[in-house]
């Protein structure tokens, strides 16, 4: 069943960022499915009672995500998912809200699977002392967040945000960036469970002797252990999330 799109009141509140949104949760909900072309500029701006200057500035804004594409004379059409830039920040907000965020929960873990344990590997084999200190603080704010999953969830990000910089590769040290957001979204699914940051703490304290013991193949392992907990975490999350 289609979701509701959000209400011309809703979306009337002006930025064009929540006429962004407003229009995304349309296309995401299947009002208009892959290669439909959208009403027009002004069609738009009566639905959602706006500015016909913010419904332009929220279409650009979503091209830039991928999710539209415009031609002159022939409008502008929905892109296929494969094409939508889906560590985008807003996007990943506005996905997460729909039905599939199960899927979305499991995908991004499988990605964080992929990239997390190389890049413990690298920050072992090739980051400077300086760099494994900002992990080591991330840590220390993780242990004196004590059983407070939301004090603790910050400083866990910033643990394995300073693990993909302290690797010195840009490009990883960019896609940490793209992926906190993926990280938030999924944390409060991961830490369902009681106790399990607490619990997790000890596998991240492996990671951090491992890379400053400059021992890659076992950074990489203490990596995977702790992502494979993670894991189970999250389906229990998702578990408790269905029932």
Not at 47 to 54: D, E, P, Y
Not at 115 to 139: G, H, K, M, Q, S
Not at 200 to 210: G, I, M, N, Q, T
């Amino acid at each position: 069943m289609a979701r509701k799109a959000q209400t011309p009141a809703a979306a009337a509140r002006g930025a064009p960022k929540s006429v962004a949104e407003s229009l995304a949760l349309r296309v995401m909900a299947g009002e208009w499915p892959e290669g439909t072309t959208l009403p027009t500029e002004i069609e738009l701006a009566e639905q959602l009672g706006v500015a016909r200057t913010s419904v332009r500035e929220a279409l650009a804004g979503l091209k830039a995500k991928g999710m539209l594409a415009s031609r002159q004379k022939a409008g502008t059409r929905v892109l296929p998912r494969a094409q939508w830039n889906m560590l985008d920040e807003d996007l990943l907000r506005w996905v997460w809200t729909g039905n599939d965020r199960a899927d979305l929960a499991r995908h991004l873990l499988q990605l964080r699977r992929i990239v997390e344990p190389a890049a413990a590997e690298l920050a072992a084999t090739f980051a400077p002392d300086a760099a494994i200190a900002v992990i080591e603080r991330a840590y220390r704010e993780m242990d004196a967040a004590g059983m407070d999953p939301v004090a603790y969830a910050g400083p866990d990000l910033a643990f394995h945000r300073a693990i993909l910089a302290a690797t010195g590769n840009p490009f990883l040290s960019s896609f940490g960036a793209s992926i906190e957001a993926a990280l938030r979204l999924s944390f409060d699914l991961s830490t369902r469970r009681p106790g399990a940051p607490r619990r997790s703490l000890p596998l991240h304290r492996d990671v951090l002797d491992a890379i400053w013991a400059r021992d890659a193949r076992r950074a990489r392992l203490a990596m995977e252990t702790l992502l494979g907990v993670t894991q189970a975490n999250l389906e229990s999350g998702l578990d408790q999330a269905s029932s």
